[in-house]
């Protein structure tokens, strides 16, 4: 993708002295792409940093969902330092080498809110001064990054719910509501499976099926467990958003796949409509796009974020 040379700004910088750290499992991380810990408040972050080469329009802050973590955002790092932008992937607190606080309070939606609000406060202060900030949030992400925009929106020059939703499901598909010990039941079988395959030689899985199946038996089962709850249980919060970026003048987006099985397209798409926001298919993808369809992704958040940033 070709830059559009009035929205370049200063040089691109070279990283600070932030901590260097060995990467999670045996995911590939491409040339160009830093491994590092954010040291904030709530305790260590591991992330991925990815600089262009040349000059910089922008940067931004991408936040995983609930059994994911930094990696899902690799197949997209480079692509979007190649098209000018400064961007860092975290692992939320208690995805695998992230720090892991005991009790599922340290998991609340508030707690996770001020991660992201720290990790941009970080991101701004010592990787990217000076630079328009556009904050993604993906599926379970995107509850806690629009509870950290409610807070305060001020750190961001727009925001992307990813193939994320208004709102929890607080019915089954059978249309019973589900209860909070089905969920917890249903979150402590799936680790424990997880568990236990890692102590095989998990030969008949693909190497991203390995490296999930890692993941998760290595995630906070208590952080899972509160996670997963939150996902049934979370009200809407879609006008409020319309409020605060109304009031901010703040930019948002709306993006899924044509395939997302995850969060529903209909309660997506109308989200978008009552947020008035700029409302974006990717063609061939499901709920990660950004594995699916990475080059059409990574210029789809780029057009977005040129566009909020000009």
């Not at 600089?51 to 690799?74: C, I, N, Y």
């Not at 993906?138 to 929106?153: E, F, K, M, N």
């Not at 409020?243 to 798409?269: E, F, S, T, Y």
Request: proline residues 8%; glycine residues 10%; contains cysteine.
């Amino acid at each position: 993708m070709a830059l559009d040379d009035s929205l370049l700004g200063s040089a691109a910088p070279a990283l600070p002295d932030v901590p260097r750290v060995a990467p999670y499992g045996d995911r590939e991380v491409p040339d160009g792409v830093e491994v590092v810990g954010l040291d904030v408040p709530a305790g260590r972050l591991t992330a991925l940093v990815a600089a262009p080469a040349g000059q910089v329009r922008g940067a931004a802050l991408l936040v995983p969902g609930f059994t994911g973590s930094k990696e899902d955002f690799l197949p997209v790092l480079r692509p979007l330092a190649d098209a000018g932008w400064l961007v860092l992937a975290y692992s939320r607190r208690g995805q695998p080498d992230s720090v892991m606080p005991a009790g599922s309070d340290a998991y609340a939606v508030e707690r996770e809110a001020r991660d992201v609000l720290d990790v941009a406060g970080l991101l701004r202060e010592r990787l990217a001064p000076g630079l328009p900030l556009h904050l993604l949030g993906h599926s379970y992400g995107g509850i806690l990054t629009r509870a950290a925009v409610l807070v305060d929106p001020s750190p961001f020059a727009s925001y992307t719910m990813f193939c994320s939703g208004p709102h929890g499901w607080a019915l089954g598909p059978d249309g019973r509501a589900v209860s909070v010990d089905d969920v917890v039941g249903s979150v402590r079988e799936s680790v424990g499976l997880a568990r236990a395959a890692v102590h095989g030689p998990l030969v008949d899985l693909t190497p991203a099926q390995r490296f999930e199946t890692r993941r998760l038996a290595d995630a906070h089962l208590e952080g899972l467990e509160a996670s997963a709850v939150t996902l049934q249980l979370v009200p809407d919060a879609t006008d409020e958003l319309a409020a605060v970026a109304r009031a901010h003048a703040l930019p948002v987006h709306v993006v899924h796949g044509d395939a997302d099985d995850a969060w529903p397209i209909a309660w997506q798409r109308e989200m978008a409509e009552r947020l008035g926001a700029r409302y974006t298919v990717v063609p061939g993808a499901g709920h990660s796009p950004q594995n699916d369809q990475p080059a059409a992704t990574a210029q789809v958040w780029s057009e977005f974020w040129a566009g909020a940033a000009s």
